[in-house]
């Protein structure tokens, strides 16, 4: 385990800076060994130095007496009496991450403290554990993502303009609108459901229209009419979101099956981009490309029939 952590913290670091200013947004993390032992607070000091080298979060300090106190969570996720009692009183911490090494088995375990739930859990052989850990990694950028496409504030100066957008919209309603700029420029279009626990959509660009790049005064339907997109059966207020760009965002991937109409945006940790692998200087976090990028935004609320 002692052999794995080194090797694999020296393979995966050798690029980054730990000195690195973290942007905003990204979570303020509470990383614990729970219960403590030597091979768990090797793990979890691992993943600590994951987090802050890669800008995927703001560290905490350890609280006291944490080792000691109870972390448990029904089959549903949600935290047991004594538990949330312990986490109210984390008051400056976002997540909470409970890592663990028992009867040759490690765990990590993810807590929402505002909503006092398991977000995330998963276990592998110890022997995994380099897998375990770019697994959950993973999970956090894309938490990281879809923190940022939510909270990154709308611009009135942005360049963008949203045309044809409703207000209102029953479920299985079509949706489409039009869209403009007064420069030229990369323009992202994201669907931010109001449920946190659904992914954000990327509607532009997308399978048909994957040239994102709109020079000015150019007017772009948005989906084309090639691509169905519609009300979701849920009654919510989502938030449609564009993004202007002077530069493509080429430190993200866009994947998609084919018999999707539209991307996942994946941040590089994901995907291993060969655009970072050949950087030295990594970003200053998973998601400043989009922290710097313009936002204009439409709310509207889809109503059920």
């Known amino acids: 385990m002692k052999r794995f952590l080194v090797i694999f913290s020296i393979a995966s670091l050798s690029v980054v800076s730990a000195d690195r200013t973290v942007s905003t947004p990204v979570f303020k993390i509470a990383v614990e060994a729970y219960p403590s032992t030597e091979e768990s607070r090797i793990l979890r000091d691992f993943i600590k130095e994951q987090i802050q080298s890669s800008g995927r979060g703001n560290l905490s300090f350890t609280f006291p007496e944490s ?66 850990v770019s697994d959950f990694l993973s999970y956090l950028d894309k938490k990281n993502i879809y923190l940022a496409l939510s909270h990154t504030g709308a611009n009135t100066s942005s360049q963008v303009k949203i045309n044809s957008l409703k207000s209102t919209y029953v479920a299985g309603e079509p949706i489409r609108f039009e869209l403009e700029t007064t420069e030229d420029n990369y323009v992202y279009v994201v669907l931010v459901p109001e449920n946190q626990k659904g992914e954000p959509v990327l509607l532009f660009p997308n399978q048909i229209q994957n040239d994102n790049f709109v020079k000015k005064g150019e007017k772009v339907t948005i989906p084309d009419k090639r691509i169905s997109f519609r009300a979701p059966s849920t009654p919510s207020k989502d938030r449609i979101r564009a993004f202007v760009t002077r530069e493509e965002w080429k430190e993200f991937q866009l994947r998609g099956k084919k018999e999707d109409s539209f991307y996942h945006l994946l941040p590089p940790a994901v995907t291993g981009t060969k655009t970072l692998a050949r950087s030295l200087v990594a970003p200053p976090s998973i998601t400043s490309p989009i922290e710097q990028s313009l936002v204009t935004e439409w709310e509207y609320e889809i109503l059920s029939r």
């Open 67 to 132: 080792e000691k106190l109870v972390w448990e969570f029904d089959k549903a996720g949600e935290a047991t009496e004594g538990t949330k009692a312990n986490l109210q009183k984390l008051t400056q911490v976002d997540k909470l991450v409970l890592v663990s090494t028992e009867d040759g088995q490690a765990l990590i375990s993810f807590v929402d403290i505002l909503h006092e739930t398991l977000e995330y859990r998963n276990a592998l052989p110890e022997s995994l554990a380099k897998t375990l």
